[in-house]
């Protein structure tokens, strides 16, 4: 079969050509590829920026919209952002660099506030990217600053992921149960998380979803709750180069597999807990621990954290809320597996009634603001 060239363009309407030529050239420094005829024009084509477009005297078309992405916001704008060319068309001119601020909800404060979340609530599942069903653990996602989210791939098998980054300032992919498969830039070959594993993704870390079982559940937690999820079309995973110790925005690549983990004592008597690595692989801003119930009767507990989300992978509990606002003696909640929580700063609370087999996956952030000024300052677009 004979190979044949092809390629898009953008048609857009004009009434005086001569005029948008020179906008087109000389204000948004695209380049002139063919004008037709000589004579008398009628069309030109032109391209630059990554774009393609014709303009053509009287076109039933739209004008449209041009949205330029730059590092030099000066060079197009000279002030103004937002540009009229002669044919009608708008040119929005915005940074290179995504920025949570323009993006959504990602405030420097975070709305603090007790959640509860539970399974049967039939809060619903949501088909987001890659076929993947979502279900959101944080409905108010503290007013913008973090996301949770309890993710499934009916049937498992192959994913029909493409190679990506994502716009976060942190990023755990926790696996609640089966288990899936993943590449990761500079990680070396696939890793298999299992029931129990789980991982960081830095900003700006390439990876690809692979393969997965059919009973396969996640715990995807997300700093901001908003953030952009970017294909990168010229990668291939995995990488040749194997960096383990690489470092994006500050923050390592960190594996943990339960099966090799230590259990040791957890901030809460009658409780033992599996340290993940998070806390040193970003630098303490987060911290990721997998806490099993032991014996007797908890004490209650006031943590001072920015964030403080916990999931039960197993058992049943009952959470005893002993200062909520409205009611100042003490609020009980029965919670089983799959159920979630979280506690605002200084919040005291219980664990009673655990069962014997009761495990708890426990997400604290601590320094919010610093992570966010971080993430607002760096580029992860572009490979370190």
């Known amino acids: 079969m004979k190979d044949s060239a092809a390629f898009a363009e953008v048609l ?10 020179d906008f087109f050239t000389e204000i948004l420094g695209m380049r002139l590829d063919s004008i037709y005829p000589a004579d008398d024009p009628v069309s030109a084509s032109l391209s630059g920026h990554g774009l393609r477009i014709t ?8 004008p449209g919209i041009i949205r330029i992405r730059t590092d030099d916001l000066e060079r197009f704008t000279q002030g103004d952002p937002h540009l009229i060319a002669p044919n009608g068309t708008v040119v929005e001119v915005t940074a290179l660099t995504e920025n949570i601020e323009s993006n959504g909800p990602g405030p420097m404060e975070i709305h603090h506030e007790f959640v509860i979340r539970r399974l049967y609530d039939e809060a619903p599942w949501i088909v987001g990217r890659a076929d993947m069903h979502y279900r959101d653990l944080i409905p108010s996602r503290l007013g913008g600053a973090v996301i949770a989210s309890h993710i499934r791939i009916p049937g498992g098998g192959p994913i029909p992921d493409q190679v990506h980054f994502h716009t976060v300032s942190f990023q755990l992919i926790f696996c609640y149960r089966g288990w899936v498969d993943v590449l990761y830039e500079d990680q070396g070959e696939m890793i298999h998380l299992h029931a129990g594993d789980c991982v960081t993704q830095p900003p700006g870390i390439r990876h690809r979803v692979c393969f997965a079982s059919e009973d396969i559940e996640v715990i995807e937690i997300g700093v901001p709750a908003m ?11 995995p990488t040749a180069e194997h960096a383990p110790d ?3 925005q500050q923050q390592k690549f960190v594996h943990h597999i339960a099966e090799k983990a230590d259990w040791q004592p957890f901030r809460l008597p009658g409780f033992i807990c599996r340290e993940t690595g998070v806390s040193e692989g970003t630098g303490g801003i987060a911290n990721v621990q997998v806490a099993r119930y032991e014996k007797g009767n908890p004490p209650s507990s006031t943590l001072n954290t920015d964030v403080h989300f916990t999931f039960i992978t197993k058992g049943r509990m009952s959470l005893n809320i002993l200062n909520i606002d409205d009611n100042p003696n003490c609020s009980s909640y029965d919670l089983g597996r799959g159920d979630s929580f979280v506690l605002p700063p200084l919040m005291t609370a219980r664990y009673n009634r655990c069962s014997d087999d009761l495990e708890l996956l426990e997400v604290t952030v601590q320094g919010y603001g610093e992570m966010h000024k971080r993430f607002l300052n760096g580029d992860i677009s572009q490979r370190a």
């Open 12 to 21: 857009l309407p004009s009434q005086d050509l001569r005029a948008d030529l």
């Open 246 to 248: 690489r470092q994006w």
């Open 55 to 62: 303009i053509q005297k009287n076109a039933d078309v739209s």
């Open 227 to 237: 953030h952009t999820t970017t294909i990168d079309h010229e990668m291939t995973l």
